[in-house]
């Protein structure tokens, strides 16, 4: 990438993976525009990932502003209590997609346009070991992030096809030390289904955004990343 300063959008900037994230590119030299849909923190752009009109204000706002956009990180999602395929209610699923999965392409077609006119741009999308290892308990998040990790690929193939110097890839989290892991206690019981015996960090999975967005992993594209301790092994 060129030594003009750098342009990132990290969605779901506001706590966990995405904050680590933000401080992770901002310590790399980005300039990062940190969105999220609930937070009233200073410097924080309120972005609805599910709204398209949300997607295209902030891209609009973006290209006007600061005329660039490196980077895409897609770290919004969201997990909802009573996810069994018994429980899961229609409210359930489509929120789950539509943030998940639906939230993620939007971002990326409108990410595209602005990045192909730079000549490049990375996006990573932030994914779920349970896209591979389904949970029963989760029947909507492992199937939307299942999805994305899909997603992820076509969009990769799309890319190398029509804007080669575009990149799309997906990592796949594992039990990461995050409040929204935080509200399927006890974190002691993930740690024991670890093989590493320990729960992951949102820094550990923000060093491998760090990766994927430099020069250094100019040659991977459509690749899926798992930083589970081990979990996916067994």
């Known amino acids: 990438m060129s030594d003009e300063v750098k342009v990132a959008i990290v969605t779901g900037a506001a706590s966990g993976i995405g904050r680590s994230c933000v401080d992770r590119l901002e310590r790399d030299g980005f300039r990062v525009v940190r969105c999220d849909l609930r937070s009233d923190d200073v410097g924080m ?14 891209l609009k706002t973006i ?14 999602g969201v997990s909802l209590e009573g996810d069994t395929v018994e429980s899961c209610s229609p409210e359930t699923w489509a929120t789950t997609f539509e943030t998940n999965a639906t939230g993620p392409m939007l971002g990326m077609k409108h ?8 000549g490049e741009g990375v996006i990573v999308n932030i994914g779920s070991i349970l896209a591979n290892v389904a949970d029963g308990e989760a029947a909507a998040y492992s ?40 509200r399927f206690p006890p974190a002691s019981a993930y740690a024991a289904r670890t093989p590493l015996a320990r729960l992951g960090t949102a820094g550990e999975v923000a060093a491998l955004v760090s990766y994927l967005c430099g020069d ?11 930083v589970d301790g081990g979990y996916c092994a067994q």
């Open 45 to 58: 752009v309120h972005l609805d990932v599910r709204r398209e009109n949300d997607w295209r204000s902030v």
């Open 63 to 76: 290209e006007t502003r600061l005329g660039r956009l490196d980077v895409l990180v897609n770290a919004a």
């Open 111 to 118: 990410s595209i346009p602005l990045m192909r006119r730079g």
């Open 143 to 182: 199937a939307s992030k299942g999805a994305l990790c899909q997603l992820t690929k076509s969009v990769a193939l799309d890319m190398a096809r029509k804007s080669a110097r575009i990149r799309c890839n997906v990592i796949m989290p594992g039990y990461i030390s995050t409040p929204l892991l935080d």
């Open 216 to 226: 250094s992993a100019a040659a991977v594209t459509g690749a899926e990343f798992h």
